[in-house]
């Protein structure tokens, strides 16, 4: 078992993503998504957390740029955009699709990250069953938000359901905001107020992290 964090989880998902891509395309089918409709749905709400159209972005995850795509059509975005994934044929992709943008195969668990983003964006990256699902998305959040300027936008699917599908992960949106209050910031909102699919239950939800000069602290028992 290779002494890198998560390293063994990421090579598995890195070829998952590299299959789905071999068979789907440049499609959102390719990264997960059921169709375009339902992509678009979870990057508006991504989107709303106040991204002005000047601003530079990190696209943690990205895939082909389908969120680049979304922003420079829908919000008029004209930023600087980064984005991060590990699959090497999608990054490929995405560069020569968006010439003017720049997208980087890289685990910041080994590489890190080189520079500070106003906004850190991550949709459908906690979506897969890992050996520790939970773990490893708090050392993802804290990691990026150390690199965030002025929010992080997230989603994950929620464990309020009506059923678990096999080889995914739902996280209990209660433990991820108190982990963003009492971890990261005070000034954190969780939104689980969308549907993605009509006439579905709400299944998943976003938490938009705010940096202010105040620090986090732990909520004070009754």
């Not at 949106?173 to 982990?179: A, D, L, N, S």
Request: hydrophobic share 35%; glycine share 4%.
């Amino acid at each position: 078992m290779s002494t890198q964090p998560y390293q063994d989880d990421m090579e598995r998902l890195e070829r998952h993503y590299a299959g789905l891509f071999s068979r789907e395309g440049d499609s959102p089918q390719a990264v997960q998504w059921r169709d375009r409709a339902s992509q678009e749905r979870r990057f508006e709400i991504l989107a709303e957390v106040c991204l002005p159209s000047d601003a530079t972005v990190l696209d943690f995850g990205c895939g082909t740029g389908h969120l680049l795509e979304f922003l420079r059509r829908e919000r008029q975005f004209v930023g600087e955009y980064t984005g991060y994934d590990l699959t090497a044929e999608m990054i490929t992709a995405a560069r020569r699709k968006f010439p003017d943008a720049r997208f980087e195969r890289r685990n910041i668990f080994t590489d890190g990250l080189d520079r500070d983003f106003d906004f850190v964006f991550i949709s459908g990256v906690f979506n897969n069953a890992m050996t520790d699902n939970e773990k490893f998305m708090h050392d993802v959040l804290r990691l990026l938000f150390q690199h965030t300027r002025r929010a992080m936008a997230f989603n994950a699917l929620s464990n309020y359901v009506d059923f678990f599908d096999e080889g995914l992960y739902y996280a209990s949106p209660e433990k991820m905001f108190r982990f963003c209050k009492e971890t990261l910031s005070p000034l954190v909102t969780l939104r689980h107020d969308y549907l993605v699919k009509p006439g579905a239950v709400p299944y998943e939800f976003t938490i938009y992290v705010h940096r202010c000069d105040l620090k986090p602290r732990a909520a004070l028992q009754p």
